[in-house]
C-alpha cells in the first residue's frame, strides 16, 4: 500500500488553520472493520510521536487543536489553530496491510 | 514512565553485520507487540520489521527480508534487530517503537541509533 501525502511543504501563518492530505492506494479498511491510519509529527532532531490513531482518535495529551477524519482511501488531518510547537514533518501511516508511511508534509511558520 | 533506548549503532563496513537492541522500561514489556523503523537522515520514515508480544509472530519490509532478524528477550525487556550483509543504503536512525494496543500505531518511540554503512 502507498501512501501519498499532499502538499509536502505547507508554510502556515500562525493562529491559522493547516490541513494535510493523506491519500492510499487503496482501502485501508480491515476486514474487522477497523481502520488503521494513523498520524505522527516528528520535530527537528526529535524521533516521531504520535498524534491521532484509527482515523480519529487523539493519543493521550494531543491538543484537541488536531483532528483527523477519512475513510477508505481518503485522510486529512487539520490543526484548527496553528501554533509554533506545531512546526516540524506529519506523517500518515497505515497498518492494514503491513506498515508504510507516507512521505511526509513539512509544516512551517510564514 | 515508557522508556524505549536503542543501542548498538555505529560505523560499520559494507557487507558486515550489526546487532541493535532497544531496552524497555515502564510497561509490561512481554504484552507489547514491538517494531522497528529506520530514518535516513533528512529523509522520511521506512517500517522495517514487526514482531508479536510472545515473538511467535514476525513480518519483514521487502527491503530487509532475508538479511534482517527481529527478536526480544521477554525476560530481559530487551528487543533485538541483527542486521547482515548491510549496504551504504542502510544508512539511517533505526527506532524502536512500540505498539499501542489494538490501535495498529506506534504509541512510543525510543530516541533512535544512528547505522553508517561505509568503508
Known amino acids: 500500500i502507498v501512501l501519498t501525502q499532499t502538499p509536502l511543504s505547507s508554510p502556515v501563518t500562525l493562529g491559522q488553520p493547516a490541513s494535510i492530505s493523506c491519500r492510499s492506494s487503496?482501502?485501508?479498511?480491515?476486514?474487522?472493520?477497523?481502520?488503521?491510519l494513523s498520524w505522527h509529527h516528528q520535530r527537528p532532531g526529535q524521533p516521531p510521536r504520535l498524534l491521532i490513531y484509527?482515523?480519529?482518535n487523539r493519543f493521550s495529551g494531543v491538543p484537541d487543536r488536531f483532528s483527523g477524519s477519512g475513510a477508505g482511501t481518503d485522510f486529512t488531518l487539520k490543526i484548527s489553530r496553528v501554533e509554533a510547537e506545531d512546526v516540524g514533518v506529519y506523517y500518515c501511516?497505515?497498518?492494514?496491510?503491513?506498515?508504510?508511511f507516507g512521505q511526509g508534509t513539512k509544516l512551517e511558520i510564514k | 514512565e515508557v522508556q524505549l533506548v536503542e543501542s548498538g549503532g555505529g560505523l560499520v563496513q559494507p557487507g558486515g553485520s550489526l546487532r541493535l537492541s532497544c531496552a524497555a522500561a515502564?510497561?509490561?514489556?512481554?504484552?507489547?507487540?514491538m517494531n522497528w523503523v529506520r530514518q535516513v537522515p533528512g529523509k522520511g520514515l521506512e517500517w522495517l520489521s514487526y514482531?508479536?508480544?510472545?515473538?511467535?509472530?514476525?513480518y519483514y519490509a521487502d527491503s530487509v527480508k532475508g538479511r534482517f532478524t527481529i527478536s526480544r528477550d521477554n525476560a530481559k525487556n530487551l528487543l533485538y534487530l541483527q542486521m547482515n550483509s548491510l549496504r551504504a543504503e542502510d544508512t539511517a536512525i533505526y527506532y524502536c517503537?512500540?505498539?499501542?494496543?489494538?490501535?495498529?500505531?506506534?504509541?512510543?518511540w525510543g530516541q533512535g541509533t544512528l547505522v553508517t554503512v561505509s568503508s
Open positions: 517503537a512500540r505498539a499501542l494496543e489494538a490501535a495498529g500505531t506506534y504509541g512510543y
Open positions: 501511516m497505515q497498518a492494514t496491510q503491513l506498515h508504510t
Open positions: 515502564g510497561f509490561t514489556f512481554s504484552s507489547s507487540e
Open positions: 514482531i508479536s508480544s510472545a515473538g511467535t509472530v514476525i
Open positions: 487503496q482501502s485501508l479498511l480491515h476486514s474487522n472493520g477497523n481502520t488503521y
Open positions: 484509527k482515523v480519529s
